[in-house]
């Protein structure tokens, strides 16, 4: 049978299915960067010293009178998930390619999920073939919040059109949500640094980045409290500038990730960095990544929806426009 007419006969994907794959994208994204922080905190990052083998001549892990089961298993875990990552990567390509009408914008999103997830794939295996160098680590923890950014692009993709973005803000609003996302990887970028020089490094024999780790945790923390008298200032355009109240809603989640990320933090500070409270506060990082990048959406408008021929654009796909 041709290609074509197999083609043709896949059902064109409804809004609702491009949605769940979308938010299946970011969790995907951001629960591999969450994983892979069990593996650093756990010492387990060399579990599978091989790659793309685990061990030596062994996709899987094996008995080995030098690498602990649990540790193995940790380490391949993480690997194994990527394959998860990959197949929704996939999913999204071919949902979004066959959506009528097919939107470019939505294809090159889900063409740099794509490429993305791949280069995570071979950054991973160099980190493991160099013996898990802080900086690589660092790399890879990077590129995932930079796909979670991404694959909120593409869920927020669903719900507009794809006409020039236009300010949907008060006026400067959008300059500083810009802003704080310069902030934000910068703060993205010195977290890794206090990780690097930290106690938990994936494997006890990894040279560690030679810098005091407490010097680095006040920086970070100071980019932390830009951040969030950033947070504040925008609060107050929004409030007082007549922002949409899907915007507003928006700043809130983010308002409430941002608390939570610097209590987390401190806590974690105080308590001589637990392996727990690093995972929560790796989880945390992710959330105020898509939250920011949720509200750095919702402050510009593409204008309607295109309408597709499988089913009407809803009310609910369409968020309220400022007055």
Known sequence: M??????????????????VLAIAAVVTQGGIG???????????????????????????PVQHPELGQLHQWIEFGNRTLTGVVSTVAVLC??????ATPRRNRQVWLCLVLLAGVGVQAVLGGIVVLTGLLWWLVALHFIASAALVWVAMLLVRSIAEGDEPARQAAPDGALWLIAAMGGVLAVLVVAGTLVTGAGPHAGDATTPRLDLPVETLA?????????FLGMTAGLGFMLRFGGAPSGLWKRYVVLVAAVLAQGAIGMIQFWAGVPAVLVTIHVLGALLVVGA???VWCG???RGPVPVATTEPVRDADREPQPA
Do not use: M, Y
Request: aromatic letters at 8%.
């Open 2 to 19: 041709p290609l074509q007419s197999l083609i043709d006969r896949i059902p064109t994907p409804t809004n609702r299915w491009l949605r």
């Open 34 to 60: 969450v994983t892979g922080s069990v593996v650093r905190v756990t010492g387990s990052g060399l579990g599978c010293p091989d790659w793309p083998q685990c061990a030596q001549g062994s996709l899987v």
């Open 93 to 98: 390509l071919i949902a979004f390619w066959l």
């Open 218 to 226: 006040h920086l970070h923390a100071a980019l932390l409290f830009v």
């Open 292 to 294: 920011t990048a949720s």
């Open 299 to 301: 402050a510009r408008d």
